[in-house]
């Protein structure tokens, strides 16, 4: 059973730089998530697919992020001319199209650090 | 605006021991789940715990339970025979019954002693 994969785990990036982060769900999950979580924070949402569409985008992915997931399998995550704001943890979680709960499964994260 | 209250940055505990952890939240929903993150150092985050709130019953995993008092907004996560493994970031999270988003607190450290 593979659980959800990130890539990379670590990204070090000067400012101004874009970088792109993927994320592989588990693989009959249906719903892919993305959250940002800085150092003594908890998690924020930024969005949110279904399959291949993007339902709900958080006012903290400002225009500099883009998401996709195309084909509803993978997504990856854009943030173009990046800030030392943007230093975080982010991280992908997916869950299951059944279940009452819809249990989110997580990924290991990619630490951004813009220099 | 739902909002998860945590109010305790940090905690410890001598293995074997009990602690308690606690969470508040607001909200206006009726439909609404609540869970319990762990989050290792340098790890992934788990599921711990979930509740769904129609339950009235506490729910309970293991050595993991919660005291969920729904009038209160209250959901604090009880963990008994603490061991060193414990050790982690436990955060805990809101999702509304029609929405796919957690809403997360701000996380409590646990440090679990010999």
């Known amino acids: 059973d593979t659980g959800v994969s990130q890539d990379p785990r670590h990204k070090i990036t000067k400012r101004g730089q874009n970088v792109t982060f993927r994320c592989d769900p588990i693989?009959?999950?249906?719903?892919l998530y993305w959250y940002r979580q800085t150092l003594g924070q908890g998690p924020e949402f930024l969005t949110y697919?279904?399959?291949?569409?993007?339902?709900?985008k958080s006012r903290l992915l400002s225009d500099r992020f883009s998401a996709e997931r195309p084909k509803g399998s993978f997504s990856t995550l854009e943030i173009q001319r990046t800030e030392q704001g943007d230093s975080a943890m982010y991280l992908c979680?997916?869950?299951?199209?059944?279940?009452?709960?819809?249990?989110?499964?997580f990924g290991p994260g990619t630490r951004l650090t813009v220099t | 605006a739902q909002t998860v209250t945590q109010s305790q940055p940090e905690m410890s505990v001598q293995e074997a021991e009990t602690v308690t952890l606690s969470c508040t939240y607001d909200t206006s929903e009726s439909d609404y789940y609540l869970f319990w993150y762990k989050q290792p150092p340098s790890r992934q985050m788990i599921l711990v715990i979930r509740?769904?709130?129609?339950k009235q019953q506490n729910a309970t995993e293991n050595r993991f339970s919660v005291n969920f008092q729904k009038a209160a907004k209250s959901f604090s996560l009880k963990i008994s025979d603490s061991q060193l493994g414990d050790a982690a970031m436990y955060f805990c999270a809101y999702r509304a019954g029609n929405n796919r988003k957690l809403i997360w607190g701000l996380g409590t450290s646990l440090a679990v002693n010999p």
């Open positions: 979680a997916s869950s299951p199209s059944i279940g009452i709960t819809y249990e989110q499964y």
């Open positions: 697919f279904q399959n291949e569409a993007q339902l709900e």
């Open positions: 693989s009959e999950h249906n719903r």
């Open positions: 509740q769904e709130a129609y």
